[in-house]
């Protein structure tokens, strides 16, 4: 589903992600684990080309989805980012109702059919767990739901317009144990019909929600390996000791 080939990529003359090649299949999570500042997140914006909205940044290698390289000039990159959906660190809901904030993306690419746009809403709540908590409150503002809730009216916000692959970037960092759980317990349950990829700094975290892990130091791919043998048996030294917490 995705594939990069000898990625380099520079902040100005920075060098922040140096000759990384990876391949990531459909309907799996896989975590970037690794200290700040190690490149992970600036990796996870690649596949949705964010990083193409900060100035004097450069990339050579190759980033292909579906084996079309997304950095071809004849690439649509709205198509794109509608087929690559993201979830942010902190949950950012539009300053709308809650049918609003899911019904958005519908109707920026065209849809006017209300009946649809109403299906499609609660069947997306559903899917991000969401429905039953909300069902009451969709025509009150966002705002008014809890940390844990707007995180996931997000997802399924980015669920609406029917993304194949989806991007969370520490979608749980802002959010207490029990919203975690759930937001954990979500992302079981959605890659039987997505492909995710997780930036975490919480280990625990990837080895419980991920099929492979990327470990990440200095802008390189230390090791990327299935996530149970990462977290049990690493191949490389520098993995074991991040993930015993000799440094990090």
């Known amino acids: 589903m995705i594939e990069t080939k000898n990625i380099n990529f520079y902040y100005g003359s920075f060098q922040a992600l140096k000759n990384i090649s990876m391949k990531m299949d459909a309907n799996t999570v896989t975590a970037f684990i690794g200290p700040s500042g190690c490149g992970k997140s600036t990796f996870l914006r690649l596949f949705n080309r964010m990083n193409d909205l900060i100035d004097d940044t450069r990339l050579e290698g190759e980033c292909l989805i579906k084996g079309k390289d997304i950095y071809d000039k004849s690439i649509n990159i709205d198509a794109l980012r509608k087929d690559v959906g993201m979830v942010f660190q902190k ?8 049918f609003e904030n899911v019904a958005y993306g519908l109707k920026v690419n065209g849809i006017t059919d209300k009946k649809f746009i109403a299906n499609r809403v609660e069947e997306t709540l559903k899917a991000a767990a969401l429905f039953d908590e909300v069902k009451d409150k969709l025509n009150k503002s966002a705002f008014e739901l ?5 995180q996931r009216l997000c997802i399924a916000r980015a669920l609406a317009i029917e993304p194949s692959i989806i991007l969370m970037d520490e979608p749980a960092s802002a959010l207490d144990p029990i919203s975690t759980s759930k937001i954990e317990e979500l992302i079981h349950q959605l ?11 919480n280990m625990q975290q990837a080895a419980r929600v991920s099929d492979k892990t990327g470990f990440f130091m200095l802008g390189e791919l230390i090791e990327y390996n299935d996530t149970k043998k990462m977290f049990l048996n690493p ?3 520098t993995t074991q000791n991040y993930i015993t917490g000799r440094f990090g």
């Open 235 to 237: 191949d490389n030294e």
């Open 91 to 98: 949950p950012n809901p539009f300053p709308k109702s809650v």
């Open 146 to 150: 809890s940390g844990g809730q707007q």
């Open 191 to 201: 890659k039987k019909k997505y492909t995710i990829v997780i930036v975490t700094h």
